[in-house]
């Protein structure tokens, strides 16, 4: 977490697999809400352009569909969070975290303040980050 952004830190091999050269960037001010959910790999749907998709084990790198963008690092059976972004080049941000719960705490403190950022929380779940190693 910085000051200004949020800042999703990968991988050689993910970043390998996502066809980026480097870490996602997201302004505080494009997260809409965020919330811990039981299996982010579930949620990843649409044509994978570009990205490494392994059969019922991992999805790493961008979904399209209906003229949405989704970018993701997920594991099957691994919980994690779900970003919903405003403004940004991707609609939605999709992670497995091993444990999303404790880092969605530290990222509601982290976009509630200071006062220039809005406040970041979902009604229907827990913000959180994603860090490399992780």
Same mark, same amino acid.
């Given at each position: 977490?910085?000051?200004?952004?949020?800042?999703?830190?990968?991988?050689?091999?993910?970043?390998?697999?996502?066809?980026?050269?480097?870490?996602?960037?997201?302004?505080?001010?494009?997260?809409?809400?965020?919330?811990?959910?039981?299996?982010?790999?579930? &949620?990843?749907?649409?044509?994978?352009?570009? #990205? =490494? +998709?392994?059969?019922? /084990?991992?999805?790493?790198? %961008?979904?399209?569909?209906?003229?949405?963008?989704?970018?993701?690092?997920?594991?099957?059976?691994?919980?994690?969070?779900?970003?919903?972004?405003?403004?940004?080049?991707?609609?939605?941000? &999709?992670?497995?975290?091993?444990?999303?719960? #404790? =880092? +969605?705490?530290?990222? /509601?403190?982290?976009?509630? %303040?200071?006062?220039?950022?809005?406040?970041?929380?979902?009604?229907?779940?827990?913000?959180?980050?994603?860090?490399?190693?992780?």
């Amino acid at each position: 977490m910085e000051t200004s952004d949020l800042r999703v830190v990968l991988t050689r091999g993910e970043k390998w697999a996502a066809l980026r050269r480097s870490d996602l960037t997201i302004p505080w001010s494009q997260i809409q809400t965020v919330e811990v959910v039981a299996e982010p790999y579930r &949620l990843v749907h649409g044509l994978r352009a570009p #990205g =490494l +998709a392994v059969p019922w /084990r991992t999805r790493i790198g %961008t979904w399209r569909t209906n003229g949405r963008k989704v970018f993701a690092v997920t594991t099957r059976r691994r919980p994690g969070i779900r970003l919903e972004l405003q403004g940004h080049d991707f609609s939605q941000v &999709l992670l497995s975290l091993p444990a999303p719960d #404790g =880092l +969605a705490e530290r990222l /509601r403190a982290a976009g509630s %303040t200071p006062a220039d950022r809005r406040p970041i929380g979902s009604p229907r779940g827990n913000p959180d980050q994603r860090t490399a190693g992780e």
